[in-house]
T-cell receptor, first 115, second 114 residues
Framework: ETGVTQTPRHLVMGMTNKKSLKCEQHLGHNAMYWYKQSAKKPLELMFVYSLEERVENNSVPSRFSPECPNSSHLFLHLHTLQPEDSALYLCASSQGVSGLGYEQYFGPGTRLTVT | GNSVTQMEGPVTLSEEAFLTINCTYTATGYPSLFWYVQYPGEGLQLLLK?????DKGSNKGFEATYRKETTSFHLEKGSVQVSDSAVYFCALEITQGGSEKLVFGKGTKLTVNP
């Protein structure tokens, strides 16, 4: 595997379910990110991790819980979601979080539908 | 605050037509500027970037010039192909809370017909 991979690619869950999204990067990067992409809205940065430490949490509801066990893996744990949480969730990684113009490499995303 | 404004889409062109997608930004200081592209069913990929005023980023026939005086970073291509059909995102990089983060525009969907 190369680049940034995400599983599952599609997920349908009820509002009372608990599920997790997984992201893995094979680029040797030190920083990882979760974004939410909703229709007709800009990408929203949710969480940033640098060297497994959370450095940014953009006022995301507690029903989203990130976990970064090592610099290659990032999870997003989901529980008691709302229908408005349905979106494409994108994971990205970069060489670091500080520095001019570090490129972020994105995974293909997980299409989440909350019923 | 920091923000990016892109032209509303969708944009539909015929093959070999000239493309311009406008992007303007509001930011404190002089951020790095980016264009990302998202092909159907895929994540975003960096298309080009510019890190200081008057820099021109270019890739795959696409170009954009960092214009400080007009706070713009318009994307252009002289002759589009069907394979260029995708959603294009303009973004700027800011420093907040000691780390760099990207602020994206809403995206512009481009469809190129044969």
């Amino acid at each position: 595997e190369t680049g940034v991979t995400q599983t599952p690619r599609h997920l349908v869950m009820g509002m009372t379910n608990k599920k997790s999204l997984k992201c893995e990067q094979h680029l040797g990067h030190n920083a990882m990110y979760w974004y939410k992409q909703s229709a007709k809205k800009p990408l929203e940065l949710m969480f940033v991790y640098s060297l497994e430490e959370r450095v940014e949490n953009n006022s995301v509801p507690s029903r989203f819980s990130p976990e970064c066990p090592n610099s290659s893996h990032l999870f997003l744990h989901l529980h008691t979601l709302q229908p408005e949480d349905s979106a494409l969730y994108l994971c990205a990684s970069s060489q670091g979080v500080s520095g001019l113009g570090y490129e972020q490499y994105f995974g293909p995303g997980t299409r989440l539908t909350v019923t | 605050g920091n923000s990016v404004t892109q032209m509303e889409g969708p944009v539909t062109l015929s093959e070999e037509a000239f493309l311009t997608i406008n992007c303007t930004y509001t930011a404190t200081g002089y951020p790095s500027l980016f264009w990302y592209v998202q092909y159907p069913g895929e994540g975003l990929q960096l298309l080009l970037k510019a890190t200081k005023a008057d820099d021109k980023g270019s890739n795959k026939g696409f170009e954009a010039t960092y214009r400080k005086e007009t706070t713009s970073f318009h994307l252009e291509k002289g002759s589009v192909q069907v394979s260029d059909s995708a959603v294009y995102f303009c973004a700027l990089e800011i420093t907040q809370g000691g780390s760099e983060k990207l602020v994206f525009g809403k995206g512009t969907k481009l469809t190129v017909n044969p």
